[in-house]
């Protein structure tokens, strides 16, 4: 599903160089549920960003789904996103002006699914993650865990083969997080979608099957390779 | 050494003209005064020919020196005692129709008179050809003398150039040429006919051309001219020219 | 969608939108009534000035209006008038026949226009003989006596008033000396001081008889609905007057008062630097607010790049939210700016306490805020404002689809 090989990231600013990822090598398989763990700074969102084209490496290859994500076009990698990837955020992210609904559909409206298609998926996900009722409300009148909620169901309405998150819980309280872990290793295992979270939460860690730690740009450990 | 009194007479002698010499400003004067003289009587026919109409009119004519003329017309009888009175640079008209003076303002002294090639101007500028402009003799042959005027600088004047072309020997008028201010010739006047008249020999008919219109003219035939006639001042008075014939 | 997303957007600062729509909707409106003011103006000017004297439309010999002998004229023939009557746009016909010579009260004789009329043919065309300070109007019947009416400064001129008879010399046709008797009935004052010094209307059959021309007209004047429209109708009248092969030649109120056409030229120039002024300002305003708006939702706009949203639907959500702006403030600018231009054409406002009538181009400014409708006057300023919306938008948008996702979204909201 993911593969990346000696992919670097270095960042100018000024005349001053910051490498935010070097020599970096990972492989992900579909359906796993895996987490990036490090210290803050240690590369964890440059690896989200670069795995979901959302910014270009700086050397090294970059596979995603089957597709080299290097040189293409701004409105070719948003095709891309839309058609595979669902992504989190720590601080959810909602359109403010739309409802959770409007919010959750989103990306089906983008890929131009029919209204009552669109619904019907919607309904699903909001009853699966326990936020049924609240479609008309605005993100601004939702508790940070219906947010995060809302947004889970954003990222999987369009049914995408990966879905990463960056530090999906830092903003939930322990009791919440737990809920959204459960749900979502829940529908990992249902749906087959692969998962790739970003945390320093030693709670969320403890719960993937893989754990893959970076640390200033590095590589440190991944379980994988211990386990093997 | 010689003194300045010595040289006095020498000094006159350059100067005055020679007796011989030919007096331009009173030949042109005589011409221009030849049909008034002192004071006369005058009849005329004016043949008038435009592109649009043609008529011919019956005028009598009193003049005093070069600054008095009134005349008034005798036929056709649609227009029969329409006179005009000029004294000095100014001229009037009368209508008998209407009973009515009317002096001719500045503006229109350009205009025509009567209908004629003849303008307001030309009944009052005309006489003062000598004064307005600078004379001198452009040509002479054996026949001819040419005499070109040109306006004095101070004059207010209607032409650039005026030209007489004057007979030898009895120094009677042939034509005058008279140019615009881009001394194109505009109008000439022809005289011919001449017969005696008392004493004097005088071109009885008078031709005006105006150039611009080949097909246009004003005839100007004398009838008769009586140089004897005695006239004062008086009688050219708005009063003489209200007096229905 | 995206129009329902750019519409909730705009309603998201609310203060701001207003504020902006304020301004939009304002300069909008203002600019239409001051260009029914400026446009009031001018038709003011150009009736004054055509109503004057020529009228809109003059049909005559080809020669006449350069040489203006008395020799260029036409037989009267009622059938063309009648037919060019029928003309649509064609609202008024005044037959004339003109003369100059002298006027003369005592003993200063004056240069003068005589133009024979027939008074309520010419009260069809042009307001001549009645704009009267003394005495009344010419009566179309003529008594016994020709009369005449005279401009004010040739009355002052003559030292002659109503009643008092003027003598009239000049050129008839034939060559004789057409000389009258004219009683003056009335002194009008039309504005031009130079027609008020030695313009005189007489009754058209006088003045035939005077100069021998029986029958015969040196000009028809003509009225049309819409002054606009006078060279349009004037070639379609050159057709016909070719048709029917009658030798006479046309000119419309821009080849007489050739001042007066540059004058109305010129206001399509002023109209356009006066909406360029007004609405770069404007224009800069609705710069900055999308500026702004854009700005502040950077990180929203790295998430709906995220999601899988193009650059190019991005920008035609901001462009689209510029529009909505622009139409908005295109409907309400318009329909307030009808409004007061409806309001100041019906009501208007009276100046003459302070200010005195303007002469410009020919023509009298009336000393008063009026105004008049005229199609380019409002939808050259809606139009343009669309576009100055849309040009306002554009950059604001080219901005955020040039966004980096990464960038933007680790910008701290
Ligand atoms: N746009 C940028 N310009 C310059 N340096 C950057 C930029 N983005 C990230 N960095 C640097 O790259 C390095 C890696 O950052 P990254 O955000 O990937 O770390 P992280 O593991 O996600 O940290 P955190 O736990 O704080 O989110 C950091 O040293 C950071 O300062
Ligand atoms: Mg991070």
Known sequence: ?228 | MISSVQLLPLFFLLLSTPAWALDLAELVRSVETQYSGESSYSRVRMEIRTEHWQRSLEMEGWSLGRDYFLTRILAPDKDRGVSTLKAQQDVWNYLPKVDRVMKIPASMMGGSWMGSHITNDDLVKGSRVDLDYELRLLEESKKHYLIECLPRPEAVVVWGKVLYRIKKPDLLPESISYFDEEMTEVRRILFDDVQPVGARMIPMRLTVLPLEKPQEQTIMRYEKIDYGAELTRDFFSLRTLQKRP | MLASLALRNLGRNRRRTLLTLCATVVSCSLLILALGIFSGMLADILDSTTGQYHGHLVVSSPQYPERRSLYDSFEEDLKTQEALLRHPGITGLSPRLRAFGLLSFTRAALPVELLGIRPQREASVTRLGQQLVRGSRLDSAGGAQPEVLIGEGLASRLGATVGDELAFMTQAADGSIGNDLLRIRGIFSTGDRNRDNQLALVPLDWLRELLVLPDALHELALRVDDPMEAPAIRQRLEGQLADADTSLAILDWGQLLPTMREAIANFDVSRMILIIILYSATGLGILNTFFMSVIERTREIGILLAMGMTPARVRRMILLEALFLGLISLVLGTLIGIALTAWMHQVGIDLSDWITPVTYAGGTIAPRLHATFETANILMPALILLGVCLLAGYFPARRASKLQPALAIREDA
């Open chain 1, 1 to 228: 599903m993911i593969h990346l090989e000696n992919v670097s990231k270095i960042y100018r600013t000024g005349n001053r160089e910051v490498a935010a990822l070097l020599d970096f090598s990972l492989d992900v398989a579909r359906g796993e549920f895996s987490v990036l763990a490090g210290p803050s700074g240690s590369g964890k969102t440059t690896v989200l960003n670069l795995i979901g084209c959302l910014d270009q490496s700086t050397r090294g290859r970059i596979e995603v789904a089957g597709m080299d994500v290097s040189r293409r076009t701004v409105t070719q990698l948003a095709s891309f996103r839309l058609a595979h990837i669902g992504f989190i955020f720590q601080s959810y992210n909602l359109i403010p002006v739309l409802s959770a609904q409007e919010n959750a559909e989103f990306t089906l409206m983008l890929r131009g699914v029919p209204k009552a298609k669109r619904q019907a998926r919607i309904q699903e996900l909001f009853e699966r993650l326990g936020i049924a009722g609240l479609e008309n409300r605005k993100p601004g009148d939702l508790s940070g865990g219906q947010q995060q909620r809302v947004a889970i169901a954003r990222a999987m309405a369009a049914k995408p083969n990966l879905i990463l998150a960056d530090e999906p819980t830092a903003n939930l309280d322990s009791k919440t997080s737990e809920d959204l872990l459960e749900l979502m290793r829940e529908l990992n295992e249902e749906q087959q979608i692969t998962f790739l979270f970003s945390s320093h939460d030693p709670m969320i860690i403890g719960c993937a099957r893989r754990v893959i730690e970076l640390k200033d740009g590095h590589l440190a450990s991944d379980s994988k390779d211990s386990a093997a």
